[in-house]
């Protein structure tokens, strides 16, 4: 059973640091992982997806990478700001889940960046 | 920016009421699903649709009932709420039509908060 894990699970830095986050997962036969950002009280907001056949993707400040070898993605945010403050979730969609598309998530690091 | 409604946003009801959750979307996409997320706690997927007339349960035990007569309109019912039901009820949508299994990006609505009291 695939098992999704974000460490740390809280998070707090100085504005302008860079930092990582990080998700494993344990089994590594995945379609794509997603990382996503939750504000309290709101739904989801896709940040990147990577398809399993990618090492990376950026988007403007941030960058994820994906070793599914080892079952690890990192997102890296460069140059942190009070507005990043947010819970990031990380989900896998599973192989052999048909075509379902569904998601497992992790259960999210919450991000405070401090002015 | 995706176009996937959920309404009503926050929901405060008594036991025993049967409440339904809406959800549209404007994209056209095929599949949809209804994720229950408790507070500080993962998400989990307790309904999916292919399409339309399509419908199964996923991976987390749900008394919620789904429905998919129209593609943009997957409303999740509760016949008779229970305080364990209360919850965030999040709704996503995707397109697989274009890429198959690799999947594109799942996207999501805000999110309806029910209390159950």
């Known amino acids: 059973k695939q098992e999704v894990t974000q460490i740390p699970a809280a998070l707090s830095v100085p504005e302008g640091e860079n930092l990582v986050l990080n998700c494993s997962f344990t089994?590594?036969?995945?379609?794509?992982l997603q990382w996503f950002r939750q504000d309290p009280g709101k739904g989801l907001t896709s940040l990147l997806l990577?398809?399993?056949?990618?090492r990376e993707q950026t988007s403007g400040r941030l960058n994820a990478s994906l070793d599914k070898s080892s079952g690890r993605s990192t997102l890296y945010i460069a140059a942190s700001q009070p507005g990043d403050s947010a819970t990031y979730l990380c989900?896998?969609?599973?192989?052999?889940?048909?075509?379902?598309?569904?998601?497992?998530f992790g259960q999210g690091t919450t991000l405070q960046v401090k002015p | 920016e995706a176009d996937i409604y959920q309404t009503p946003r926050y929901l405060v009801i008594g036991t025993g009421k049967k409440i339904t959750l809406e959800c549209s979307q404007t994209?056209?996409?095929?599949?949809m699903y209804w994720y229950q997320q408790d507070p500080g706690m993962e998400l989990h997927l307790i309904h999916y649709?292919?399409?339309?007339?399509?419908?199964e349960k996923g991976d987390l035990s749900s008394e919620s009932t789904v429905s998919r007569i129209r593609t943009e309109h997957f409303p999740l019912t509760l016949e008779s709420a229970r305080p364990s039901h209360t919850s965030q009820y999040l709704c996503?949508?995707?397109?697989?039509?274009?890429?198959?299994?690799?999947?594109?990006?799942?996207?999501f609505g805000e999110g309806s908060w029910l209390t159950v009291v």
């Open positions: 996503a949508s995707s397109d697989h039509r274009q890429t198959g299994y690799s999947g594109n990006t799942i996207y």
């Open positions: 089994d590594s036969a995945i379609y794509n």
């Open positions: 990577i398809q399993s056949s990618q």
């Open positions: 989900a896998v969609r599973q192989m052999g889940s048909g075509n379902t598309g569904k998601l497992i």
């Open positions: 994209m056209g996409h095929d599949k």
């Open positions: 649709s292919y399409g339309v007339n399509s419908t």
